[in-house]
């Protein structure tokens, strides 16, 4: 895999984090009716999901190098 694909992959990933904390302090900070336990641990289901999803790219991506 090159490092530009690498480099756009960890972008996208801290760019989507950045949205979903983003999200979250305004859930919070409006008092939308959510409490804040369940959208820290929806943070970091997301988190958790799009970290393998960007490993399986990862994998997928330097398979087809071969």
């Known amino acids: 895999m090159r490092i530009i694909d690498l480099a756009v992959?960890?972008?996208f990933f801290i760019a989507s984090a950045?949205?979903?904390a983003l999200l979250m302090a305004v859930f919070i900070h409006y008092g939308l009716g959510v409490s804040p336990a369940a959208l820290r641990m929806n943070a970091l289901i997301s988190a958790g999901a799009l970290s393998v999803v960007?490993?399986?790219a990862m994998a997928g991506a330097h398979e087809?190098?071969?």
Request: charged share 15%.
């Open 9 to 11: 992959a960890v972008i």
């Open 18 to 20: 950045g949205v979903a």
């Open 54 to 56: 960007l490993l399986v």
């Open 64 to 66: 087809s190098e071969d």
